[in-house]
């Protein structure tokens, strides 16, 4: 690539220089930023010269302070090889093989060294124990401003006090800077985490609708922003003032209230607007489309129905799933029965839809060959209540298998499906979701066909990041029409080889869907696993044809969006639908200087549908605290929103600059952020003493843990399509989300307490936590493994898998044996318990140690060295530390 | 010697042939100078069930050029065993066949005769008849119960190895498939998008594209079998298929025509075909009941504001999608014909429906227009059945893919045909190079016959006045029919005549009395009607009427300027009648007929034999009185009496009309006592017979029972000659007949001018 090419292009998140983006200028180094660097002279990670380096002996200090997490290690383990380690990060990964050895060979080929002990470097999982400790089962009002909430492995229950929960919104930092030198001094991004329908608990009230009649909801006249708590009334209540504009405004007549001794309005704890952080209004006709109200959703089920699908058996089990699967079709709260209307089409190079009116004896199947351009070809029938037509329904998901059943078609297309349900929510004036099902690549001819350019080659070039760049044409404009139309697309994929996903999931990812693979289906060993994620997705709380506004105070404003989303300009976020899971993330940038007083609001408004066809709004409000003091930013900086932004950033970057950049600049930034904090904010130590503040004191695991994922990984071990699947499903992911994704969780199972009511801690993700006796349950979200240890007592084995010993393992076990003993309920209950709390379901894989799956397993042990290439935790620490150090002189 | 009259009636009944002059003027001069060319009438497939067909091949002149059948015109020498070919002289040795040929034993196809015989022959593999059926649903609730109706019992009127298909259309155009158990199955076509023959076939399946030959393999008969099944195979499917048939269930806002595809439901019928059954007798059953609103064929846009063309539009240019709407149907037309596939067109609606634009389909194909107010009605549902007719061997009235080939003697050259044909261009020595209708072509291909389909053959004779003919010389023609019979046995049909060449000096006193006035009626009118689609209106009178001055002046007998002196011969007395009436019809005239009107008479018009053609050129009238047995009488206004009931028969209409005394007794309940039962069977008399007419006619025509001063009465009352109007009411006497509110010149002032302008103007002579 050329370099004016590359300068061209726009610069990883979008940051103008100077404003909190990634800059290596911090210290005395150069001043232009590294990601313009690429076309020139190989920029390497300017590794320090071999001289400057200290080593001496000396005993590791840790050090406990109020806010800061220090530990320093004056040690011998940086011996020359390590200087290797700068090219590790910033360079070419080392092959597989090295990676595989085990790290720094020097660390092994040299005389035993005494190693820097694991157990003294930060601990995430301690970390998180000591929060559960703290906040666990503790009531959190959000009555504060700026205050930062437990963590989101901690089970706490939230009460709303005029900011919204943490479940909706996170930030990495509750504190902002002041203006915009301290921000871009410090380097710590602003941003936060919306999920604006995330599910709350049994025991939190659910948000209230407030209906203001015709009128509509009440709003600032200027910035439009809605009634909330930070409203000022004056003028004994006849006009407010707008926090976020600081325009007057009239109140309505219908909506005076007068004010009481404090300036507060006499109604404040009746309406939910002036109390509460989140609520929603019933939005009137002037926010529907073509000012009439939506028609309900409507899901569609669209089955590849080509030979594959049909001879792994896929299509049965997909019909009869649905069967009783539609019975539980999402529905509002107390309604008899869900509003939501179904419809259903099968393809392979055509398309069938099926009518399926109640007044039939039968469905009618209807053939369009014409995929150049598709329509619907019935109006009536297709999109119906599942109820009225329960029995045509199941007549038709009875045939459906059989129909096909000799098939031999081997092509299919794709483009033609979505535009299909494009057409069909259109014809039927409504919003809802498509479900498409697909094995193959679309090879048929028709629009958006398909071809294979997965390229190994490419994998640590410059080009690399065309692989995670969808082709370009139909599925473009098939975005914004899904997105116009408020349709949403969730793709399950059971490829056998690369299909290009990057492409196919182009559109699932930018109208709020998501995207399931399962790579080699299998009925026995993926069937349960697959129609586990079908049962979630089709219950999913969920809304549609959303638009999401995010306000903000004066002095900061909202610049960058990160999600399942379509941007049309800059301010709207557009989604064809949002579900409880999916999370937007949004950048922060100043404006002008904040003032410590009045603090920083956000509210984020989305306007959507509702599963019953009613337009709502819904509001959540953030008060955040500023501050000149760069400390008190670090103190309210939360490590999980952070790295969930970090991760984000860092994947749309891999789709315009190199991976070896994108790496580069985490790192920097990493080591910008940590040295600025011991520069402004620590006390005076020794140079050779690492100090993390408190908040943050985990934040290189993470972030050691996010290089080592897939997409940032360069590997030409790796599959280019579950890269591509990686990335795309973290752009949507919420905090939780990042946080169990980057750092799994690892429970021992062979010692725990089988009568105690919760689930064994869980323990460090590495390789020395594992014992060879022991049993181990690890999960990051999507993946969830069973380890043996080699010399795990047979009475383990016995009591769990029901076997006399492990030998007698065989084959590919994906559920557990339904065994009458304490240890095996506890075991298949802490399963079944992850499975329930995660947004998608998990296919148990159990691994016995040694054994080649163990590779799988090892993987995601995020504190070891990564199978493909990528730092132990301890080495990372350590390059950041000279990073660090680097900086400060 | 029989009189012509027998001896025209004869070879009617004979040959199905009707010639305008039944001698032949020797010299191209000599014809050009009788005004009325030399043409026939020809009915191809005429009943003949005194004809037994013969099983074997016809023996065919061995000239590559001629290939002319063996007839008893050919002299042949019975102990050589050699005949010689009556049109091009070669002489061909028998076939083994024929060895024991002898003056004793002579082989069926020498009689006399058999002047016209069928030949069964055994070609290609037999194959059932199709019949597509394309249905509009875009109709209403009544009339589509009514459609689906007759459609289903159309099922038990097929021949039950008769293979069927059905596509209905509205907003989009479905094909179903009647194979699949279970789930009713159907492709599904967009209604704006025109698709080429090859894409329909692939996206139907019928066609691997581009894997087995370049072009795509041509589909093998049986990859068709979704779409066309056997009827005794898919009777109860289909009937449930056509039971459950809804209407379109697209909305129609308010103001709008609901969106028909008819186009592309007519290309996707046709592409269908094409590819399965090329060359194959089918028939495309089209039941319309609205105009093509959308897509290509489009005749009117889907706002009721606009409304469709007029042919004051079309006079004005103002018809926007006529061009485009009739090309595209004549395509369509012109590639169902090369398959062999005819198309009929139902049409059933209140306003019109576009069978201009379409008639092209029908009029190319051999297919049926019918044309009626409603579905719902016994106009529709019985010309429907009339389709299916048996005649007395219990076979179908129809035929395919029938090809017409003539040759002549060579005297006589073809200039060309007029009816449901289309042209096969084969240039030939028979040709002539001056073309009348559809020429340039000895050979035409007829998709769809029917024993009363008839073409209308016009001849040349090119024989030059320096080149005598000798005396008693004959001239002939032989008319070579090969079609597939609705028992899908090919056949062919032989019909050779003979005439003989009279001097036109010597002979004129002949010649004129072997003039037969109704066949040139008829072919003049075909002529003027076939003038009539490409030209002006006014041109084309105008035309007929020079045609007709000059006939008169060429045969009356007259002294120069005066008109009073101005006689015509017997043989020639009715013509200038026939032409007053013709000049009136709705077949040359527009006014108060809308296009679609118009479309639908010539359609008819230039395909119905020769009494049914002069039933609509002149409308029958027959009165019923107590004075006497019904008797026909004159289409005239002074046939209106209040004491008499008549029945006119225009073809299309059938009108009963009571006079002003007889409505009055009706209505006061004569008919119901028992003194008066002789009045009630006067009232009965006309309707039996209307119902004879009603049981033989196809199409059904309109029923019309009205009385004197009814508002249907108007029907006759614009067929009758207003010898009578409110201009002479008064000085011809109240006593007689009724007064015609209209201007147009009566029966006698075309006469009186037409003498005048024949005794006078010897400048229009050649």
């Known amino acids: ?889 | 010697m029989t009189t012509y009259q027998e001896f025209i009636q004869q070879n009617e009944d004979r040959d199905g042939v009707r010639f305008s002059w039944n001698l032949w003027p020797s010299s191209r001069l000599e014809a050009t100078r009788l005004v009325v060319p030399v043409s026939c009438l020809f009915t191809p497939l005429k009943e003949r069930p005194d004809l037994p067909p013969v099983q074997y091949e016809p023996v065919l002149c061995s000239r590559a050029n001629c290939k002319a059948v063996l007839n008893p015109l050919c002299q042949v020498d019975f102990r050589a065993k050699v005949w010689a070919c009556n049109f091009c002289f070669q002489r061909n040795p028998f076939p083994p066949s024929y060895a024991g040929i002898s003056e004793v034993n002579q082989p069926a196809e020498l009689m006399p005769q058999f002047s016209t015989i069928e030949y069964i022959v055994q070609r290609g593999p037999q194959t059932p008849l199709i019949f597509l059926y394309v249905v509009d649903t875009c109709l209403e609730e009544e009339d589509l119960q009514a459609l689906k109706g007759s459609l289903q019992m159309s099922l038990s009127l097929l021949p039950p190895n008769a293979l069927v298909g059905l596509i209905t259309f509205g907003r989009m155009v479905q094909v179903h498939e009647l194979s699949c158990e279970g789930i009713a199955k159907s492709y599904v076509f967009r209604g704006t998008k025109d698709l080429t023959s090859k894409q329909i076939q692939e996206m139907l399946g019928l066609m691997k594209p581009a894997a087995t030959g370049p072009q795509g393999r041509p589909v093998a008969p049986q990859d068709a079998a979704a779409f066309l099944q056997p009827i005794h195979r898919v009777d109860m499917n289909l009937t449930d298929l056509l039971g459950e048939l809804q209407r379109d269930p697209w909305p129609v806002p308010q103001g709008k025509r609901p969106l028909r595809s008819t186009g592309v439901a007519l290309s996707v019928a046709v592409g269908l075909l094409e590819g399965t059954f090329p060359n194959t007798g089918a028939r495309v059953m089209l039941f319309v009941g609205g105009p093509p609103t959308q897509g290509p064929g489009m005749v009117v846009g889907d706002e009721l504001k606009i409304p469709i063309r007029s042919w004051h539009d079309i006079q004005k240019d103002n018809a926007r999608h006529l061009k485009k709407a009739t090309k595209f149907y004549e395509a369509l037309g012109n590639r169902s014909a090369a398959n062999g596939h005819s198309i009929d067109i139902y049409a059933c609606a209140l306003d019109q429906t576009g069978l201009l634009e379409m008639k092209c389909l029908s009029n190319l194909t051999g297919g049926h227009i019918v044309m009626g107010d409603s579905f719902n009605t016994s106009l529709f549902t019985q010309t429907f059945q009339g389709v299916f007719s048996k005649d007395h061997n219990g076979d179908f009235r129809m035929a395919f893919g029938g090809v017409l080939e003539i040759k002549t003697s060579r005297e006589l050259k073809v200039c060309g045909a007029i009816g449901p044909c289309v042209s096969l261009n084969s240039k030939g020595p028979y040709v002539s190079e001056n073309e009348m209708g559809i020429g340039g072509t000895n050979q035409w291909k007829m998709c769809s016959l029917t024993p009363s389909s008839t073409l209308g053959i016009y001849l040349e004779v090119v024989n030059q006045h320096n080149a005598p003919i000798p005396q008693g010389g004959r001239g002939a023609i032989q008319f070579v029919t090969q079609y597939q019979h609705s028992n899908t046995q090919k056949r062919i049909r032989v019909t050779t005549i003979t005439r003989n060449w009279a001097d036109a000096q010597s002979q004129i006193q002949h010649i004129e009395s072997s003039f037969d006035q109704e066949a040139a009626a008829v072919l003049m009118a075909r002529l003027g009607v076939f003038r009539a689609e490409s030209e002006e209106g006014p041109d084309v009178l105008r035309w007929l009427d020079r045609q007709l001055i000059r006939l008169c002046q060429k045969f009356g007998q007259y002294n120069k300027e005066d008109p009073t002196s101005f006689r015509l011969s017997e043989s020639l007395s009715l013509y200038p009648q026939f032409m007053f009436h013709l000049r009136r019809s709705p077949f040359l005239q527009v006014f108060n007929n809308s296009p679609d009107e118009s479309s639908y008479y010539r359609h008819h018009f230039t395909r119905q034999d020769l009494t049914q053609s002069l039933i609509m050129i002149q409308p029958i009238l027959y009165s019923y009185s107590f004075h006497g047995p019904p008797e026909p009488v004159l289409l005239d206004s002074s046939s209106i009496l209040p004491d008499r009931i008549l029945l006119m028969d225009t073809f299309f209409q059938l009108v009963i009309y009571n006079g002003e005394t007889i409505a009055q007794w009706q209505k006061a309940g004569y008919q119901e006592m028992p003194e008066y039962q002789n009045f009630k069977q006067l009232l009965k008399a006309p309707q039996d017979d209307a119902n004879d007419i009603l049981e033989t006619r196809f199409p059904m025509p309109r029923y019309i029972n009205t009385e004197h001063g009814g508002s249907q009465a108007r029907f006759l009352l614009s067929k009758v000659n207003p010898s009578q109007t409110h201009n002479n009411l008064y000085a011809w006497g109240q006593e007689s007949g009724a007064p015609i509110l209209t201007d147009d010149v009566s029966l006698q002032v075309f006469m009186d001018h037409l003498k005048k302008l024949a005794v006078s103007i010897c400048l229009l002579c050649p």
């Open chain 1, 1 to 889: 690539m050329s370099q004016q090419g590359y300068v061209a292009a726009p610069p990883y998140s979008q940051a103008p220089p100077g404003m909190g983006g990634y800059q290596v200028g911090y210290a005395a180094g150069p001043a232009q930023p590294l990601y313009g660097h690429l076309g020139g002279a190989p920029h390497p990670f300017s590794a320090p010269a071999a001289g400057t380096h200290t080593s001496t002996k000396s005993a590791q200090v840790v050090v406990w302070n109020k806010h800061s997490f220090v530990f320093c290690f004056l040690r011998n383990i940086f011996n020359s090889s390590c200087l290797a380690l700068p090219g590790q990060f910033g360079g070419m990964m080392p092959g597989p093989q090295a990676g595989m050895q085990g790290g720094f060979p020097g660390a092994m080929a040299g005389p035993p060294q005494k190693k820097l002990d694991p157990d003294a470097i930060p601990s995430t999982t301690q970390v998180i124990e000591d929060d559960k400790a703290k906040n666990g089962g503790q009531v959190y009002c959000t009555n504060i401003r700026g205050q930062v909430p437990p963590l989101v492995t901690t089970d706490f229950t939230v009460q709303d006090q005029g900011n919204a929960s943490p479940r909706f919104i996170r930030c990495t930092t509750y504190t902002l800077p002041c203006t915009a030198e301290l921000a871009k001094q410090c380097q710590v991004p602003l941003a936060a985490v919306v999920k604006p329908l995330a599910n709350l608990p049994k025991n939190e009230a659910p948000l209230y609708a407030v209906n203001h009649g015709e009128t509509g909801p009440i709003r600032c006249n200027r910035c439009k922003a809605y009634m909330c708590p930070y409203m000022q009334f004056i003028d004994g209540g006849r006009r407010y003032q707008c926090t976020f504009c600081n325009c007057v405004n009239e109140v309505p007549v219908f909506y005076f209230q007068h004010l009481d001794h404090m300036g507060r309005r006499v109604d404040f704890y009746e309406r939910p607007e002036l109390s509460l952080g989140s609520y929603e209004f019933v939005a009137t006709l002037d926010y529907c489309k073509n000012n009439k109200p939506p028609n309900p959703p409507a899901f569609i089920f669209m089955i590849d129905v080509s030979y594959n699908n049909i001879k792994s058996g896929l299509v049965k089990l997909i019909c009869d799933e649905l069967k009783t699967l539609l019975e539980k079709l999402p529905r509002e709260e107390g309604a008899d029965c869900s509003a939501v209307k179904v419809g259903f089409v099968t393809y392979d190079k055509v398309l069938h839809f099926y009518n399926v009116k109640s007044a039939l004896a039968q469905p009618q199947m209807m053939v369009v060959s014409d995929t150049t351009e598709m329509f619907v070809p019935l109006l009536d029938g297709f999109l119906v209540s599942y109820q009225d037509s329960k029995p045509v329904i199941c007549n038709l998901l009875d045939q459906i298998p059989t129909m096909f059943a000799d098939t031999a078609e081997s092509e299919t297309v794709f483009a033609p499906v979505i535009q299909a349900g494009v057409e069909a929510f259109k014809a039927a004036e409504c919003s809802g979701k498509l479900f498409i099902f697909q094995s193959l690549m679309p090879t048929a001819e028709a629009p958006g066909k398909l071809k294979n350019r997965d390229d190994k080659k490419l994998v640590n070039t410059d080009k690399e990041k065309t692989l995670f760049q969808p082709q370009k044409g139909v599925y473009e404009q098939l975005c914004k029409d899904c997105v116009v139309q408020g349709c949403c697309v969730d793709l399950f994929l059971f490829p056998n080889q690369y299909l290009d996903l990057a492409t196919m999931a182009d559109v699932p990812s930018h109208t709020g869907g998501s995207v399931y693979k399962y790579n080699n289906f299998q009925m026995e060993t993926d069937g349960e696993h697959f129609l586990a994620d079908l049962r979630k997705s089709v219950q999913k709380h969920i809304g549609f044809d959303a638009i999401m506004r995010v306000r903000t105070s004066t002095g900061f404003r909202a610049t960058d969006f990160f999600g399942a989303i379509h941007m049309n300009n800059t301010t709207d976020v557009e989604m064809a639908a949002v579900d409880c899971d999916k999370a937007v993330t949004v950048e922060f940038k100043h404006d002008d200087a904040l003032s410590e007083e009045s603090g920083a609001l956000i509210q984020c408004a989305l306007l959507y549908t509702n599963i019953s066809g009613q337009r709502r709004l819904r509001v959540h409000n953030l008060s955040l605290n500023c501050s000149s003091q760069l400390s008190e930013l670090y103190k309210s900086c939360e490590t999980d929103s952070l790295i969930n932004f970090f991760a984000k950033s860092a994947y749309r970057a891999i789709l315009n600059q190199p991976l070896k950049n994108v790496r580069e600049i985490l790192v920097n930034q990493t080591a910008h952020m940590l040295a600025c904090y011991r520069k402004n904010c620590a006390s005076p130590s020794a140079a050779s003493q690492l100090i993390l503040p408190d908040a943050m004191k985990v934040f290189p695991v993470y972030m050691n843990s996010l290089m080592k994922t897939a997409p940032l990984v360069g590997s030409t071990e790796l599959s280019t399509d579950d890269r591509a699947h990686q990335r795309l499903a973290v752009m949507a992911m919420g905090v939780e989300d990042t946080q169990l994704l980057l750092y799994p969780r690892l429970i021992p199972l062979h010692n725990m307490d089988v009568d105690s009511e919760v689930a064994p801690a869980p323990v460090r993700c590495s390789e020395e936590r594992l014992t060879d006796s022991g049993l181990f349950l690890l999960e990051n979200g999507h993946s969830m493994f069973l380890w043996i240890g080699q010399a795990a007592s047979p009475d383990l084995i016995q009591g769990i898998f029901n076997l006399p010993s492990l030998a007698h393992f065989q084959g590919l076990m994906s559920t557990l044996p339904d065994v009458d003993n304490p240890l095996s309920k506890k075991v298949r209950a802490i399963i079944r318990d992850l499975q329930n709390k995660r947004p998608n379901s998990m296919k148990l894989q159990i691994v016995r140690q040694k054994d080649k799956p163990e590779m799988l397993f090892r993987q995601l042990l995020v504190e070891d060295k990564g199978l493909h290439g990528g730092a132990s935790y301890v080495d990372f620490l350590c390059y950041v530390h000279r990073e660090i150090r680097q900086l400060l002189t």
